[in-house]
């Protein structure tokens, strides 16, 4: 297996596992095949695992842990916090003592002594980015967490939080259909030497050819509420498909893997956690490693999806606005 860096430091796979989607959020999941597919990531060399404590309000990181049993020392395990659910309503935590709650019962859940990589979900635009991330360092000095890292933070934010305590990761969603992090994101990570976590590589899908109308996609799927998969934006942005599946057809391969190809020649400093809960989609996106794509290659899919070419915003604007902080 690859390997890369989060970080000076931190050493994992090429690319990571998302477990989001073990938790029922894209459709049903089946706790045996989700664990089955953690445990066939493991054997194959992939290292990097990413849960959360809002994925399935906790069920994930239990799932998770429970796959773990006996192989932990073989992965790199991050999980974020931050995002809550009170009274009904979501929110932002971002306080010292939510950190420290939120970091006791993601160990517990996980049924860990360490969480190696440690995210804020998203930034609180209430609390200081300096005192979360105080708090956070604390957690390291502790040695309840070996790396810190944050999630769809802006440029300003990445900055102060970095000025506090190294953060090893920045992750964030980035695809050929999402490049916004290109302008001023990812170069302030490459400027402090932060790792970049591309979730959502493969646009939620979209980006395998696989959803070609919102009919496709079963009751309760959260995609429905997107406004990228409404019914007209679908059919807008199938129109920028040819072009991966001309490139994948030269490499007698899938459009999902010249997808995470494609992220994955952007940069040494990028490590992709395409999400699944099946076998065969794993193995399918470890494919992607193996894939060179040349220069005009890239250009064309480059020139194919130009930045703010896709047809719908990428989140609800409830979740937009908690994004880019």
């Known amino acids: 297996m690859q390997q890369r860096k989060l970080g000076p430091t931190l ?50 990181e239990s799932l998770v842990g429970q ?24 929110g932002i935590d971002g306080t010292p003592a939510n950190v420290r709650q939120a970091c006791e019962g993601s160990l517990k859940r996980l049924g860990i002594e360490v969480i190696d990589l440690y995210y804020q979900h998203r930034v609180d635009p209430n609390v200081p980015i300096e005192e979360t991330v105080g708090a956070m360092a604390d957690l390291v000095k502790a040695g309840k967490v070996r790396f810190l890292g944050l999630s769809e933070a802006g440029p300003k934010t990445i900055r102060k ?67 990228r998969f409404a019914a007209e934006n679908i059919a807008r942005n199938a129109g920028l498909l040819p072009a991966l599946r001309k490139v994948a057809d030269a490499h007698k391969a899938t459009p999902a893997q010249v997808a995470i190809a494609w992220l994955l020649a952007r940069g040494s400093d990028i490590v992709p956690i395409p999400g699944t809960k099946r076998i065969e989609r794993l193995e399918e996106n470890l494919g992607a490693l193996h894939i060179a794509l040349s220069a005009e290659e890239a250009k064309a899919l480059e020139a194919a999806f130009p930045v703010g070419v896709t047809a719908g915003a990428r989140y609800p604007a409830e979740h937009l606005a908690r994004v880019g902080i």
Not at 67 to 90: M, N
Not at 203 to 211: A, D, T, V, W, Y
């Open 11 to 60: 050493k994992v796979s090429a690319l990571g596992l998302g477990c989001m989607s073990m938790s029922s959020v894209y459709g049903k999941a089946e706790d045996a095949q989700s664990i089955a597919t953690i445990h066939r990531a493991v054997d194959l060399g992939l290292t990097l695992l990413d849960t959360a404590d809002a994925y399935g309000m906790g069920q994930n």
């Open 67 to 90: 796959a773990l049993k006996g192989i932990r020392d073989k992965v790199v395990l991050a999980t974020k916090f931050g995002q809550v659910t009170r009274d009904g309503k979501s």
């Open 161 to 227: 939080a970095h000025a506090v305590h190294p953060i090893a990761a920045l992750q964030t969603e980035y695809s050929l259909w999402t490049r916004d992090a290109e302008a001023d994101v990812l170069p302030v990570c490459r400027e402090l030497g932060i790792g970049f976590v591309p979730y959502s590589p493969l646009g939620r899908g979209f980006l395998s050819g696989i959803i070609p109308s919102r009919e496709s996609l079963v009751a309760g799927d959260r995609r429905l509420d997107h406004p």
